[in-house]
């Protein structure tokens, strides 16, 4: 066999090992950092795509964001994040980048500042959880390069935090997020339950701060495609907050002449609709970016 028939056997080798057996990304999902606003430890876990180890560019993120009841270790384990993202990725349809998925579970759960500023997970999130995986990691910088979504409580979340700050995330895709403060009468009431000592003066900052229909409304004419939205919900899902709520997110957002998509797909508030989204979700972000 001649020398030129020889490479082109390994050559052909090559790529059919490559095809049989493709990259495979990697997960950490025991990371932590340390936060003095939390005055606390933080976990969280991380994606990096198949050729993260070998590649040595910087990589667009992903921050995935868990759902009450989760952890930093939920989308991995209930999500199949790497399975999914190895095999969108290995086949092109969508953009190699990191996921960062941040454990909100304890000492105190959930993603907001509470109403006293005695629990900030949010000014933690901005001042020094993304600071500090951009880092860490091999991250592009710049909105362009930065996505959010979540699924439930985080898909909440993920649609209030890209609301308070456009200038921070291209796009932003929540699952069955829905929205609390449907009206002020369950605002009120759902407030009260949880923070009975607030005075009203407190209790109309918070309101204002988590109304999700209010932010939507009170975005100026030249942020209104700042950022890019994929809302999904399910139609079969049974809680109201989320498919009454997510509705209305649709609603004001159309009325307010902000582009977006908008879901509404087979299935509940479970893990069997969030793992049939998910690759919905990586293919719109990749879309939108070329």
Known sequence: MTMKRKAMSIFFLLGTF????PQQGQVY??????SKILKTKKKYAVYFPPDYQTSG???????LLHGGGGNQTTWIQNGNVKQIADEYIN????????IVMPDASSPVRGWWNDPKGEWR??????EEFIPYIEKTYRIRTGRRYRYIAGLSGGGKASLTYALHHPEMFSVCCPLSPGIPF????IAKIEIKQRFPDLSEKEYQAYYEKYNIIGLINQIPENKKNAVRWYIETGDDDPLEQVYEGDC???IAMRKAGIPHEFRVSDGEHNWLFWRAAFPRVLAFISFSQL
């Open 121 to 126: 997970f949010e000014d933690f999130f901005f």
């Open 57 to 63: 560019r910087s990589y667009p993120v992903l921050y």
């Open 29 to 34: 999902d025991n990371l932590s950092m340390e």
């Open 91 to 98: 086949s092109g349809k969508a953009l190699p980048m990191l």
């Open 182 to 185: 449907r009206t002020p009468e």
């Open 18 to 21: 490559v095809a049989l057996y």
């Open 248 to 250: 209305l997110v649709h």
